[in-house]
Nanobody, 115 residues
Framework: QVQVVESGGGLVQPGGSLRLSCAASGMKFSIDVMGWYRQAPGKQRELVAAITTAGSTDYADSVKGRFTISRDNAKKAVYLQMNSLKDEDTAVYYC?????????WGQGTQVTVSS
């Protein structure tokens, strides 16, 4: 059974940092793309960052220079280091994995940036 599980969300002050982690299980082969999306109240879910098996990355313009995505292919894990957090980064963050042309999602983890 395929599972994608996030961890690491929480409450942080503006300017602070958080690190999100995500681990996938039940996938026998390598995962094509892993990434992070977020959804703020009243807004559509949007891509934050993604990374391929080869290490190519893609970031939303709003997080470039502040967020860094990385992955451990052997562990089927992906991480998101978030620095210089802003109020507008507040959202539920979802881990995404594309495996054999199928999209898998985690349950989401809340990130709240507030003083």
């Amino acid at each position: 059974q395929v599972q994608v599980v996030e961890s690491g969300g929480g409450l942080v002050q503006p300017g602070g940092s958080l690190r999100l982690s995500c681990a996938a299980s039940g996938m026998k082969f390598s995962i094509d793309v892993m990434g992070w999306y977020r959804q703020a109240p009243g807004k559509q879910r949007e891509l934050v960052a993604a990374i391929t098996t080869a290490g190519s990355t893609d970031y939303a313009d709003s997080v470039k220079g502040r967020f860094t995505i990385s992955r451990d292919n052997a562990k089927k894990a992906v991480y998101l280091q978030m620095n210089s957090l802003k109020d507008e980064d507040t959202a539920v963050y979802y881990c995404h994995a594309r495996y054999w042309a199928t999209d898998y999602w985690g349950q989401g983890t809340q990130v709240t940036v507030s003083s």
